[in-house]
């Protein structure tokens, strides 16, 4: 008698076997998304009003998709958007982009279908959620042949407290998902997998190599343990050809890591003195120090940990050495480490039954072990004995790398391949009734092991914005001015789509935007009303709720009060506006307060611009006079427009300098040079400096002078 099955079509009992097939991992990404649901909500249930994390790296990256969908331009653009920095502009960061690419593509076509930049960016969020532990849940069960393994693989590597910091504000470090695919291809290289296994390493190592900068640094760390397991287990074999093999293997793996790398290298070399200029005033000596992993970060629950958080908080707050929660959220969870200890015992102990359980256990220990040495600050002193970290050294060829806290993403995945490990053995040794209810069990502990707290907030703007677009047209300025990076002015920007007005804030370092936001930080000077009218600042928003107390500096005359609303008072720019204003742009660095009211800025290098800005609609002649101080020694300063020579002058300690030049219509910037090199200010500090300029002030015929601090 024929079977129920047989008696089907075949094409009907195909697609059952497909589905059979497929139901394991369909199951693991069921759990994924519920838990990726619930640890990020409401954000499920109101998609487009709240948002996953804190405000900050998260209203940076909405902004920068909105001004790109303004713009009509996709992720490796430089165009200028006039939301930000007016009236100069802000290239968006097309040059830094391409190490981006996988991510921010995405994300901004997303952008364009959904029509609103909050919703594409939690889908991006939630994806990343989903799409992580799902790569570690085909990694270990692939490895383990344990369902149970991997659903535990997955939830250990994709809900970790890191993770879910990253998702709170880092949208390119929620997309894990490439890591693990490459330690699956290399594991299967390994064992001798044929072309397949080669287009995995191809395709997830170029999609790690434009998720994230830092995930070429992932790749180099995970394919060095690769390489030394592969040829370390050669040499111990002592067996030439299988040395041959490991050499040959190895060849071919850095061809293809190297060769997903090439348009990268190729782009920053071609791209380097815009990306220079984008990554000016971001980055620190110090950052090495400020950003490498502590041991007790590994092993202590985080600060937002729902079963020992109040504990913690603490400890981690008095040890926090510069950093901040969330690049120290490290900790890899005790459950975690316990299984992986059980799961290297047992790959040693079985290492002559199963020398492939072995190699792969030596490989995720190897991982571990060159992440942690590769993440600690960049000198470390055992013994009281100073040695270079592996970072000082890597920082050397490649420099914009400045977190190597951030390779927990190598040795947390070290820790939940030995983690499978341990659980498919344990789960082997209880009856199979029983195995779902075993493995059920680990999984909530590692699960409520890992757990945090969670984080979202409201998309909906501060009344205050809904009163500002009620207005007329004009440019506004938000009070206090923020440093570019600041988690209040990438709240500004978020809110510029309510405001709907440019936003002058957001000069970046050594540029004319933040030499005027540095002169400009106190409204209650009495050169800013006339200063902000002549770059077209109608609207200043003061929010009382970021100053000390509440307490927060009025306008000077020349502002009307238009109202309140919640915390933030909205000004009206009434005085009359300079004809023109002048202060020091790109080359010179961040405006320095001296008594008297004054700023004094250092010309970093040999070359620089003065910009000028002229508010009305004719050239005007005008007479610009300052102050300069030559650092170490007498220098020729010459200041140029265009081809012509303005001035020539030999400085030594201070020199008052005069001269006269036409400032056309709108923007634009004379050329200062010095004939001698930059110093440095004191040994060790890596920034050089030549001059020193303050008390620019430009008289106008027919105007009063005007002196921006």
Not at 130 to 150: D, H, Q
Request: glycine share 10%; charged share 15%.
């Amino acid at each position: 008698m024929a079977s129920a099955a047989s008696a089907l079509p075949p094409r009907t009992t195909d697609i059952r076997s497909r589905a059979r097939g497929r139901a394991h991992w369909l199951a693991a990404l069921a759990i994924y998304l519920v838990l990726a649901v619930v640890l990020t909500w409401p954000t499920a249930r109101e998609p487009t009003a709240v948002i996953y994390g804190v405000p900050g790296d998260s209203t940076g990256q909405i902004a920068l998709t909105e001004y790109r969908a303004d713009l009509g331009v996709g992720p490796l653009s430089s165009a200028r958007t006039p939301e930000e920095n007016a009236p100069f502009g802000l290239a968006l960061p097309g040059a830094t982009s391409l190490p981006q690419v996988a991510v921010e593509g995405p994300l901004q076509a997303v952008r364009l279908v959904a029509g609103d930049p909050v919703l594409a960016y939690n889908l991006m969020i939630l994806l990343g959620l989903v799409l992580t532990p799902l790569a570690a849940y085909f990694l270990c069960r692939k490895l383990t042949g344990s369902w149970w393994a991997g659903l535990i693989a997955g939830v250990a590597y994709g809900f970790s407290p890191w993770h879910m910091e990253r998702a709170a504000g880092h949208v390119h470090f929620t997309h894990m998902e490439s890591l693990p695919l490459v330690v699956l291809a290399l594991i299967a290289i390994r064992e001798g997998a044929g072309r397949r296994a080669w287009l995995l390493l191809a395709g997830a190592a170029a999609l790690a190599a434009y998720t994230h900068t830092y995930f070429a640094l992932f790749l180099g760390v995970i394919v060095v343990a690769f390489l030394a397991v592969d040829v370390g287990s050669a040499v111990h074999g002592r067996s030439r050809r299988a040395l041959r093999r490991a050499a040959a293997r190895g060849a071919l793996v850095l061809g293809v890591v190297v060769g997903v790398l090439v348009p990268q290298g190729i782009w920053l070399l071609a791209r380097g003195s815009d990306i220079d200029t984008a990554l000016v005033g971001t980055r620190d000596p110090g950052d090495l120090f400020t950003y490498g992993s502590r041991w007790f970060e590994w092993v202590v629950p985080t600060h937002r940990s729902v079963l020992f958080g109040d504990w913690t908080e603490p400890f981690l707050a008095d040890r926090l050495h510069g950093s901040n929660p969330g690049e120290t959220s490290l900790y890899l969870g005790a459950v975690v480490i316990a299984l992986a200890a059980i799961g290297a015992v047992v790959a040693v102990r079985r290492r002559r039954v199963d020398p492939g359980r072995a190699r792969i256990a030596a490989f995720a220990v190897a991982m571990i072990v060159l992440g942690g040495l590769v993440s600690l600050p960049k000198q470390i002193s055992p013994l009281g004995l100073a040695i270079p970290a592996p970072s000082s050294l890597i920082s050397q060829v490649f420099d914009p790398w400045r977190v190597y806290a951030r390779l927990f993403t190598v040795v947390d995945l070290g820790m939940v391949v030995l983690a499978a490990i341990a659980v498919a053995c344990l789960l082997r040794r209880v009856p199979a009734r029983v195995v779902p209810v075993a493995g059920a069990a680990l999984a909530a502990l590692v699960a409520l092991d890992l757990s945090v707290t969670s984080l979202t907030f409201a998309a909906t703007p501060p009344p205050v914005y809904r009163l500002l677009a009620a207005q007329p047209p004009g440019a506004r300025v938000e009070y206090p001015i923020a440093k570019p990076a600041s988690t209040e002015h990438l709240t500004y920007i978020f809110n510029t789509r309510a405001a709907g007005r440019p936003l002058m804030n957001g000069g970046k370092p050594r540029t004319a935007g933040a030499s005027f936001a540095g002169r400009l930080s106190d409204p209650s000077d009495p050169w800013v009303p006339r200063t902000l009218a002549a770059l077209g600042v109608r609207y200043a928003v003061i929010h009382r709720g970021l100053y000390f107390h509440g307490v927060f500096p009025r306008p000077a005359a020349g502002a009307r009060l238009i109202g309140r609303r919640g915390g933030g008072l909205l000004y009206e720019v009434l005085a009359a506006p300079a004809p023109v204003v002048a202060v020091p742009g790109a080359g010179f660095d961040d405006p320095e307060a001296v008594p008297g009211g004054r700023f004094e800025q250092w010309l970093v290098g040999e070359s620089g611009t003065i910009a000028l800005v002229n508010s009305t609609s004719r050239p005007r002649a005008v007479a610009l006079d300052a102050r300069l101080d030559s650092f170490n020694g007498l220098r020729t300063v010459r200041v140029w427009s265009g081809d012509r020579l303005l001035l020539e002058r030999r400085v030594d300690d201070l020199r008052a300098i005069s001269f006269r030049v036409t400032a056309p219509p709108g923007t634009s910037e004379l050329r200062l040079e010095t004939d001698r090199p930059a110093r440095s200010i004191a040994p060790g500090d890596p920034k050089r400096v030549s001059l020193r300029i303050g008390g620019v002030e430009v008289r106008t015929p027919g105007a009063a002078p005007i002196r921006v601090g």
